[in-house]
Every structure is written in structure tokens, then in C-alpha cells.
């Protein structure tokens, strides 16, 4: 059993950041892949960056450049530093892990950004 317990978000205006942070619990591997992805209202899930425990990283095309993933191995918990937000970035942002064939959600955090 996983559990995934997200923090960070919250309303910012444009331009402005945030910084996402989730902690993993329970039986982690040390193979795994860890990250974000967002959901914003009539639109389907949506990766947003993932690392792997070797480091790894994709990127959303659009988030390139003003997000950074990082993730702390030993805490099992990784981040999501969010810069330059823009209202298209409004979501809700849901932490991500995945190990084994196996895939684990935490329970999805708000991030409006007002224009």
C-alpha cells in the first residue's frame, strides 16, 4: 500500500509561483518514477513533469523553462517549483508515482492562477 500526500497549492495572479510537494508512504521501491500531473475542468489528465529515481525527467511542452521537478530520494517526496504561472496553468494538480506495474495517486491539489 501507497499513500501520497500532496501540499503546496493555492491561488497565485499570473506571474507569480508556487511550489507543489508530495510525500510518498508505505512500500516504496527504490526503482520508481515520481511527478505531476493537472486536470483542469473539461480536459483530460495531463502529465506535467516526472523523474525517475535516477533523475530522469520529462516536461509538459508548455511548462518548459518556468517548472523544475526535483524529488529527495531518502524522503521519498518530490516537488514541483512552479514559476511565471499563467492562468492556462489552473488545475488540479495530482502527485504521481509509479513503481512495479503499478500506478499511485495522491488526492489532487488546487492551483488557480488569477490573470
Known amino acids: 500500500q501507497v499513500q501520497l500526500v500532496e501540499s503546496g497549492g493555492g491561488l497565485v495572479q499570473a506571474g507569480g509561483l508556487l511550489r507543489l510537494s508530495c510525500a510518498a508512504s508505505?512500500?516504496?521501491?527504490?526503482?520508481?518514477?515520481m511527478g505531476w500531473y493537472r486536470q483542469a475542468p473539461g480536459k483530460q489528465r495531463e502529465l506535467v513533469a516526472t523523474?525517475?529515481?535516477?533523475?530522469?525527467?520529462n516536461y509538459l511542452g508548455s511548462v518548459n523553462g518556468r517548472f523544475t521537478i526535483s524529488r529527495d530520494n531518502a524522503k521519498n517526496t518530490v516537488y514541483l517549483q512552479m514559476n511565471s504561472l499563467k492562468p492556462e496553468d489552473t488545475a488540479v494538480y495530482y502527485c504521481y508515482l509509479g513503481q512495479r506495474t503499478y500506478d499511485y495517486w495522491g488526492q489532487g491539489t488546487q492551483v488557480t492562477v488569477s490573470s
Open positions: 508505505g512500500s516504496i521501491f527504490s526503482i520508481n518514477v
Open positions: 523523474m525517475s529515481s535516477s533523475g530522469s525527467t
